[in-house]
DNA sequence: CTGCGTGCAAATTCTTTGCATGCCC
DNA sequence: GGGCATGCAAAGAATTTGCACGCAG
Protein backbone atom coordinates (compact mmCIF):
# COMPACT_ATOMS: atom_id res chain seq x y z
CA UNK A 1 0.00 0.00 0.00
CA UNK A 2 2.99 2.21 0.19
CA UNK A 3 3.62 2.12 -2.85
CA UNK A 4 1.29 2.67 -6.09
CA UNK A 5 2.01 5.00 -8.85
CA UNK A 6 -0.83 6.93 -8.17
CA UNK A 7 0.35 8.29 -4.57
CA UNK A 8 3.98 8.66 -6.18
CA UNK A 9 2.47 11.25 -8.27
CA UNK A 10 0.67 12.34 -5.86
CA UNK A 11 3.72 13.23 -3.42
CA UNK A 12 5.93 14.35 -6.05
CA UNK A 13 3.46 17.18 -7.41
CA UNK A 14 3.74 18.02 -3.98
CA UNK A 15 7.08 18.04 -3.60
CA UNK A 16 7.36 20.07 -7.34
CA UNK A 17 5.15 23.05 -5.56
CA UNK A 18 7.15 23.08 -2.54
CA UNK A 19 10.45 23.63 -4.81
CA UNK A 20 8.48 26.34 -6.68
CA UNK A 21 7.75 28.14 -3.96
CA UNK A 22 11.21 27.96 -2.95
CA UNK A 23 10.18 26.28 0.23
CA UNK A 24 12.50 23.36 1.57
CA UNK A 25 12.37 19.61 1.19
CA UNK A 26 12.39 18.16 4.42
CA UNK A 27 12.06 14.48 5.36
CA UNK A 28 8.97 15.10 7.43
CA UNK A 29 7.06 16.90 5.18
CA UNK A 30 7.16 14.45 2.12
CA UNK A 31 6.50 11.73 4.63
CA UNK A 32 3.35 13.34 6.06
CA UNK A 33 2.24 14.19 2.33
CA UNK A 34 2.72 10.18 1.40
CA UNK A 35 0.63 9.46 4.28
CA UNK A 36 -2.26 12.09 3.17
CA UNK A 37 -1.82 11.07 -0.39
CA UNK A 38 -2.09 7.35 0.36
CA UNK A 39 -5.82 7.95 2.09
CA UNK A 40 -7.31 10.58 -0.05
CA UNK A 41 -11.04 10.99 0.11
CA UNK A 42 -11.61 9.01 3.31
CA UNK A 43 -13.07 10.40 6.61
CA UNK A 44 -9.63 11.23 8.82
CA UNK A 45 -8.50 13.23 11.55
CA UNK A 46 -5.86 14.89 12.60
CA UNK A 47 -4.99 12.15 15.08
CA UNK A 48 -5.50 9.92 12.56
CA UNK A 49 -2.69 11.58 10.13
CA UNK A 50 -0.49 12.15 13.17
CA UNK A 51 -0.39 8.71 14.05
CA UNK A 52 0.21 7.16 10.77
CA UNK A 53 2.79 9.23 10.49
CA UNK A 54 4.15 8.53 13.56
CA UNK A 55 4.31 5.07 12.28
CA UNK A 56 6.82 6.10 9.63
CA UNK A 57 8.44 8.82 11.85
CA UNK A 58 7.83 7.90 15.49
CA UNK A 59 9.74 11.46 16.43
CA UNK A 60 7.27 13.98 14.25
CA UNK A 61 5.86 16.59 16.15
CA UNK A 62 2.39 17.39 16.15
CA UNK A 63 2.48 20.87 15.14
CA UNK A 64 4.51 19.84 12.40
CA UNK A 65 1.50 17.97 11.08
CA UNK A 66 -0.44 21.25 12.02
CA UNK A 67 2.03 23.23 9.98
CA UNK A 68 1.80 21.50 7.21
CA UNK A 69 -1.41 20.52 6.67
CA UNK A 70 -2.00 24.62 6.74
CA UNK A 71 0.84 24.72 4.43
CA UNK A 72 -0.61 22.61 2.07
CA UNK A 73 -3.76 24.26 2.11
CA UNK A 74 -2.51 27.51 1.71
CA UNK A 75 -0.59 26.04 -1.50
CA UNK A 76 -4.03 25.36 -2.67
CA UNK A 77 -2.32 21.83 -2.48
CA UNK A 78 -5.03 19.92 -0.70
CA UNK A 79 -8.91 21.11 -0.21
CA UNK A 80 -10.95 19.99 2.75
CA UNK A 81 -14.16 19.13 3.17
CA UNK A 82 -15.69 18.70 6.85
CA UNK A 83 -17.45 15.99 7.34
CA UNK A 84 -18.36 15.99 10.91
CA UNK A 85 -17.55 15.29 14.64
CA UNK A 86 -13.59 16.77 14.34
CA UNK A 87 -13.21 14.60 10.86
CA UNK A 88 -12.78 15.66 7.36
CA UNK A 89 -11.69 14.62 4.33
CA UNK A 90 -8.66 15.56 1.96
CA UNK A 91 -8.42 15.80 -1.60
CA UNK A 92 -6.33 16.70 -4.12
CA UNK A 93 -7.95 19.38 -6.57
CA UNK A 94 -7.20 17.64 -9.68
CA UNK A 95 -8.34 21.25 -11.75
CA UNK A 96 -11.92 19.34 -11.16
CA UNK A 97 -15.15 19.37 -8.66
CA UNK A 98 -14.62 16.34 -6.68
CA UNK A 99 -18.65 16.06 -5.51
CA UNK A 100 -19.69 13.73 -2.76
CA UNK A 101 -22.54 12.73 -1.17
CA UNK A 102 -22.75 11.55 2.83
CA UNK A 103 -25.50 10.18 4.96
CA UNK A 104 -25.99 12.68 7.11
CA UNK A 105 -27.29 10.15 9.99
CA UNK A 106 -24.46 7.72 9.74
CA UNK A 107 -21.90 8.94 8.06
CA UNK A 108 -21.60 6.68 5.05
CA UNK A 109 -19.72 8.58 1.69
CA UNK A 110 -21.23 7.89 -1.86
CA UNK A 111 -18.81 8.94 -4.41
CA UNK A 112 -20.57 10.11 -7.00
CA UNK A 113 -19.41 9.42 -10.81
CA UNK A 114 -19.47 12.02 -13.89
CA UNK A 115 -17.72 14.58 -12.69
CA UNK A 116 -16.81 16.52 -15.86
CA UNK A 117 -20.52 17.10 -16.23
CA UNK A 118 -21.09 18.40 -12.84
CA UNK A 119 -18.46 20.55 -13.20
CA UNK A 120 -20.05 22.16 -16.13
CA UNK A 121 -23.44 22.62 -13.99
CA UNK A 122 -21.49 24.09 -11.42
CA UNK A 123 -19.99 26.29 -14.05
CA UNK A 124 -23.06 27.50 -15.61
CA UNK A 125 -24.44 27.90 -11.78
CA UNK A 126 -22.12 30.73 -11.36
CA UNK A 127 -21.99 32.34 -14.54
CA UNK A 128 -24.39 35.34 -13.34
CA UNK A 129 -21.51 36.09 -10.54
CA UNK A 130 -18.06 36.76 -12.47
CA UNK A 131 -17.12 33.85 -10.47
CA UNK A 132 -14.27 31.31 -11.75
CA UNK A 133 -15.25 28.14 -10.35
CA UNK A 134 -12.08 26.39 -8.22
CA UNK A 135 -10.82 23.24 -7.98
CA UNK A 136 -12.35 22.16 -4.77
CA UNK A 137 -14.45 19.24 -2.82
CA UNK A 138 -18.30 20.05 -2.27
CA UNK A 139 -20.37 17.65 -0.28
CA UNK A 140 -24.11 17.03 -0.08
CA UNK A 141 -25.81 15.67 2.85
CA UNK A 142 -28.69 13.41 2.43
CA UNK A 143 -30.08 10.04 3.86
CA UNK A 144 -29.15 6.71 3.26
CA UNK A 145 -31.90 4.27 2.92
CA UNK A 146 -31.06 2.17 6.30
CA UNK A 147 -31.08 5.41 8.26
CA UNK A 148 -34.13 6.74 6.32
CA UNK A 149 -35.80 3.26 7.95
CA UNK A 150 -34.43 3.44 10.80
CA UNK A 151 -35.84 7.03 11.44
CA UNK A 152 -39.29 6.55 10.52
CA UNK A 153 -40.94 7.70 13.55
CA UNK A 154 -41.10 11.55 13.39
CA UNK A 155 -39.07 12.13 16.42
CA UNK A 156 -36.42 9.79 16.27
CA UNK A 157 -32.81 10.86 18.00
CA UNK A 158 -30.98 12.90 16.05
CA UNK A 159 -28.23 11.49 14.34
CA UNK A 160 -25.25 11.00 16.57
CA UNK A 161 -23.08 13.15 14.03
CA UNK A 162 -25.18 15.98 14.01
CA UNK A 163 -26.18 18.32 11.18
CA UNK A 164 -24.70 21.00 13.94
CA UNK A 165 -21.59 19.06 15.16
CA UNK A 166 -19.48 19.43 12.37
CA UNK A 167 -15.92 20.80 13.08
CA UNK A 168 -12.67 20.73 11.45
CA UNK A 169 -9.02 20.57 12.18
CA UNK A 170 -8.94 24.37 12.58
CA UNK A 171 -6.04 24.46 10.34
CA UNK A 172 -5.75 28.49 10.01
CA UNK A 173 -5.37 31.97 11.73
CA UNK A 174 -2.28 33.78 11.80
CA UNK A 175 0.42 30.86 11.85
CA UNK A 176 0.73 31.84 8.46
CA UNK A 177 3.80 33.69 8.64
CA UNK A 178 5.67 30.58 7.79
CA UNK A 179 6.53 29.38 4.48
CA UNK A 180 6.28 32.52 2.56
CA UNK A 181 8.22 33.50 -0.30
CA UNK A 182 9.42 36.73 -0.68
CA UNK A 183 7.06 39.26 -0.18
CA UNK B 1 -34.67 45.68 11.77
CA UNK B 2 -36.61 44.00 14.83
CA UNK B 3 -39.41 43.12 13.56
CA UNK B 4 -40.03 41.96 10.08
CA UNK B 5 -42.83 39.32 9.34
CA UNK B 6 -40.09 36.76 7.91
CA UNK B 7 -38.14 36.78 11.25
CA UNK B 8 -41.43 36.46 13.28
CA UNK B 9 -42.22 33.62 11.48
CA UNK B 10 -38.61 31.92 11.59
CA UNK B 11 -38.67 33.03 15.05
CA UNK B 12 -42.43 30.65 15.24
CA UNK B 13 -41.89 28.25 13.32
CA UNK B 14 -38.65 27.74 15.95
CA UNK B 15 -40.55 27.82 19.30
CA UNK B 16 -43.08 25.73 18.04
CA UNK B 17 -40.42 22.82 17.05
CA UNK B 18 -39.22 23.14 20.81
CA UNK B 19 -42.60 22.51 22.25
CA UNK B 20 -43.27 20.07 19.83
CA UNK B 21 -39.77 18.03 21.58
CA UNK B 22 -41.29 18.53 25.00
CA UNK B 23 -38.34 21.40 25.31
CA UNK B 24 -39.13 24.48 27.30
CA UNK B 25 -39.81 28.11 25.82
CA UNK B 26 -37.41 30.15 27.64
CA UNK B 27 -36.60 33.84 26.92
CA UNK B 28 -33.09 33.62 26.60
CA UNK B 29 -33.89 30.99 23.75
CA UNK B 30 -36.25 33.19 22.10
CA UNK B 31 -34.04 35.97 22.37
CA UNK B 32 -30.73 34.27 20.99
CA UNK B 33 -33.46 32.66 17.92
CA UNK B 34 -34.54 36.53 17.27
CA UNK B 35 -30.99 37.81 16.61
CA UNK B 36 -30.12 34.08 14.86
CA UNK B 37 -32.90 34.70 12.68
CA UNK B 38 -32.23 38.81 11.98
CA UNK B 39 -29.02 37.83 10.13
CA UNK B 40 -29.82 34.25 8.42
CA UNK B 41 -27.68 34.04 5.31
CA UNK B 42 -24.54 36.35 6.40
CA UNK B 43 -20.88 35.38 7.52
CA UNK B 44 -21.34 35.42 11.49
CA UNK B 45 -19.57 33.61 14.48
CA UNK B 46 -20.24 32.97 17.89
CA UNK B 47 -18.28 36.02 19.11
CA UNK B 48 -20.88 38.10 16.97
CA UNK B 49 -23.82 35.83 17.64
CA UNK B 50 -22.93 36.62 21.46
CA UNK B 51 -22.75 40.38 21.37
CA UNK B 52 -25.45 40.77 19.03
CA UNK B 53 -27.81 38.84 21.45
CA UNK B 54 -26.01 40.78 25.04
CA UNK B 55 -27.47 44.32 23.33
CA UNK B 56 -30.51 42.44 23.96
CA UNK B 57 -29.83 40.18 27.56
CA UNK B 58 -26.85 41.38 28.79
CA UNK B 59 -26.82 38.89 31.19
CA UNK B 60 -27.18 36.30 28.91
CA UNK B 61 -24.13 33.52 29.41
CA UNK B 62 -21.87 31.94 26.38
CA UNK B 63 -22.71 28.67 27.28
CA UNK B 64 -26.08 29.40 26.81
CA UNK B 65 -25.25 30.39 23.18
CA UNK B 66 -22.84 27.54 22.37
CA UNK B 67 -25.68 25.02 23.97
CA UNK B 68 -28.55 26.56 22.16
CA UNK B 69 -26.84 26.41 18.88
CA UNK B 70 -26.17 23.07 19.67
CA UNK B 71 -29.72 22.31 20.17
CA UNK B 72 -30.55 24.26 16.87
CA UNK B 73 -28.65 22.04 15.01
CA UNK B 74 -29.23 18.78 16.74
CA UNK B 75 -32.89 19.64 15.86
CA UNK B 76 -32.31 20.59 12.53
CA UNK B 77 -33.36 23.87 12.08
CA UNK B 78 -30.49 25.67 11.05
CA UNK B 79 -27.61 24.73 8.86
CA UNK B 80 -24.41 25.73 9.26
CA UNK B 81 -21.92 26.41 6.59
CA UNK B 82 -18.15 27.08 7.35
CA UNK B 83 -16.46 29.70 5.35
CA UNK B 84 -13.23 30.61 7.15
CA UNK B 85 -11.14 31.90 10.05
CA UNK B 86 -13.89 30.67 12.13
CA UNK B 87 -16.99 32.42 10.60
CA UNK B 88 -20.07 30.37 9.32
CA UNK B 89 -23.19 30.90 7.83
CA UNK B 90 -26.36 30.22 9.39
CA UNK B 91 -29.05 29.19 7.52
CA UNK B 92 -32.62 27.69 8.17
CA UNK B 93 -33.82 24.64 5.92
CA UNK B 94 -36.43 25.45 3.94
CA UNK B 95 -37.11 21.82 2.69
CA UNK B 96 -34.41 23.59 0.09
CA UNK B 97 -31.09 23.27 -0.98
CA UNK B 98 -29.43 26.67 -0.34
CA UNK B 99 -26.21 26.52 -2.86
CA UNK B 100 -23.89 29.96 -2.29
CA UNK B 101 -20.98 30.81 -3.99
CA UNK B 102 -18.05 32.99 -2.77
CA UNK B 103 -15.14 33.73 -3.63
CA UNK B 104 -12.25 31.86 -2.15
CA UNK B 105 -9.50 35.04 -1.66
CA UNK B 106 -11.81 37.63 -0.40
CA UNK B 107 -14.63 35.90 0.74
CA UNK B 108 -17.61 37.99 -0.93
CA UNK B 109 -20.72 35.91 -1.32
CA UNK B 110 -23.11 35.28 -4.18
CA UNK B 111 -26.36 34.10 -3.41
CA UNK B 112 -26.98 32.20 -6.55
CA UNK B 113 -31.31 32.11 -8.00
CA UNK B 114 -33.28 29.73 -9.07
CA UNK B 115 -32.79 27.48 -5.97
CA UNK B 116 -35.66 25.13 -7.43
CA UNK B 117 -33.84 23.76 -10.02
CA UNK B 118 -30.87 23.28 -8.41
CA UNK B 119 -32.44 21.26 -6.06
CA UNK B 120 -33.49 18.79 -8.46
CA UNK B 121 -30.36 18.27 -10.05
CA UNK B 122 -28.66 17.62 -7.15
CA UNK B 123 -31.55 14.90 -6.35
CA UNK B 124 -30.94 13.72 -9.95
CA UNK B 125 -26.80 13.59 -9.10
CA UNK B 126 -27.87 11.70 -5.52
CA UNK B 127 -29.93 9.18 -7.82
CA UNK B 128 -27.64 6.31 -7.97
CA UNK B 129 -26.63 6.14 -4.33
CA UNK B 130 -30.27 6.01 -2.67
CA UNK B 131 -29.98 8.88 -0.63
CA UNK B 132 -32.70 11.39 -0.02
CA UNK B 133 -31.36 14.87 -0.55
CA UNK B 134 -31.68 16.48 2.59
CA UNK B 135 -32.56 20.35 3.24
CA UNK B 136 -29.12 21.90 3.65
CA UNK B 137 -26.92 24.71 2.31
CA UNK B 138 -24.08 24.32 -0.14
CA UNK B 139 -21.36 26.47 -0.60
CA UNK B 140 -19.15 26.48 -3.93
CA UNK B 141 -15.64 28.44 -4.05
CA UNK B 142 -14.67 30.46 -6.92
CA UNK B 143 -12.14 33.38 -7.98
CA UNK B 144 -14.03 36.57 -8.33
CA UNK B 145 -13.13 39.05 -11.41
CA UNK B 146 -11.29 41.05 -8.83
CA UNK B 147 -9.55 38.80 -7.09
CA UNK B 148 -8.30 37.04 -10.67
CA UNK B 149 -7.55 40.46 -11.47
CA UNK B 150 -5.01 40.51 -8.35
CA UNK B 151 -3.89 36.84 -8.59
CA UNK B 152 -2.71 37.55 -12.17
CA UNK B 153 1.27 36.96 -11.33
CA UNK B 154 1.41 33.25 -11.21
CA UNK B 155 3.14 33.68 -7.72
CA UNK B 156 0.63 35.68 -5.90
CA UNK B 157 0.32 35.21 -2.22
CA UNK B 158 -2.57 33.03 -1.29
CA UNK B 159 -5.38 34.17 0.16
CA UNK B 160 -5.61 36.27 3.90
CA UNK B 161 -8.53 33.62 3.96
CA UNK B 162 -6.96 30.52 2.51
CA UNK B 163 -8.41 27.49 1.06
CA UNK B 164 -7.93 25.78 4.56
CA UNK B 165 -7.78 27.64 7.51
CA UNK B 166 -11.53 26.94 7.19
CA UNK B 167 -12.85 26.61 10.66
CA UNK B 168 -16.29 26.34 12.23
CA UNK B 169 -17.67 27.13 15.70
CA UNK B 170 -16.93 23.59 16.42
CA UNK B 171 -20.84 22.74 17.70
CA UNK B 172 -20.69 19.63 18.58
CA UNK B 173 -19.25 16.19 20.47
CA UNK B 174 -20.95 15.26 23.62
CA UNK B 175 -23.15 17.42 25.12
CA UNK B 176 -25.96 15.54 23.20
CA UNK B 177 -27.01 14.91 26.42
CA UNK B 178 -29.37 18.33 27.31
CA UNK B 179 -32.60 18.32 25.27
CA UNK B 180 -33.39 15.16 24.51
CA UNK B 181 -37.54 13.97 24.63
CA UNK B 182 -38.03 10.49 26.17
CA UNK B 183 -35.57 8.10 25.06
C1' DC C 1 27.31 28.82 6.54
C1' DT C 2 22.39 30.64 6.94
C1' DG C 3 18.27 30.52 8.24
C1' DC C 4 14.08 27.59 7.45
C1' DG C 5 11.63 23.97 9.59
C1' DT C 6 11.33 20.98 13.57
C1' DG C 7 10.25 19.06 18.27
C1' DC C 8 8.90 20.28 22.58
C1' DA C 9 6.32 22.55 25.81
C1' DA C 10 3.88 26.44 27.04
C1' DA C 11 0.33 29.58 25.69
C1' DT C 12 -4.01 30.57 23.46
C1' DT C 13 -8.36 30.05 21.97
C1' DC C 14 -12.53 27.79 21.65
C1' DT C 15 -15.99 24.75 23.58
C1' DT C 16 -18.04 22.01 27.03
C1' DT C 17 -19.36 20.85 31.66
C1' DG C 18 -20.29 20.87 37.02
C1' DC C 19 -22.92 23.12 40.19
C1' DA C 20 -26.14 26.00 42.56
C1' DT C 21 -30.06 28.59 41.53
C1' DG C 22 -34.16 30.31 38.99
C1' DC C 23 -37.98 29.72 36.24
C1' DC C 24 -41.15 27.07 32.94
C1' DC C 25 -44.78 23.89 33.00
C1' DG D 1 -43.21 21.74 43.44
C1' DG D 2 -40.08 19.25 40.14
C1' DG D 3 -36.79 19.32 37.03
C1' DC D 4 -35.03 21.59 32.83
C1' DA D 5 -32.18 25.50 31.56
C1' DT D 6 -29.10 29.10 32.85
C1' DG D 7 -24.94 31.75 34.46
C1' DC D 8 -20.62 31.36 36.16
C1' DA D 9 -16.32 29.57 36.52
C1' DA D 10 -13.45 25.85 35.93
C1' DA D 11 -12.16 22.03 33.05
C1' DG D 12 -11.01 20.16 28.63
C1' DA D 13 -9.79 20.08 23.75
C1' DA D 14 -7.77 21.60 19.82
C1' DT D 15 -4.54 24.55 17.70
C1' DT D 16 -0.82 27.80 17.57
C1' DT D 17 3.49 29.75 18.94
C1' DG D 18 8.28 30.70 21.26
C1' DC D 19 12.63 28.87 21.43
C1' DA D 20 16.84 26.46 20.67
C1' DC D 21 18.68 23.23 17.64
C1' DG D 22 19.48 20.49 13.31
C1' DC D 23 19.55 20.05 8.59
C1' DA D 24 18.52 21.52 3.60
C1' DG D 25 20.28 24.36 0.19
Known amino acids: MTNNTRTDETVQA ?3 KLKDRGLRLTAQ ?5 RVIAEDLG ?21 ATIYRTLNLLGEMGVVNIIYLSDGEFRLDVPLQKIHLTA ?6 ALFPLPAEDEKQHTLEKWLE ?7 PQSVAVAGLCTECREALKSPDALPARRGPLGQQGPCLRRRCRRMGRVQE
Open 42 to 62: NPTSVQNIWDRTREVDPSIGI
Open 14 to 16: FLE
Open 29 to 33: RETLF
Open 102 to 107: FCRHCG
Open 128 to 134: GTGLELL
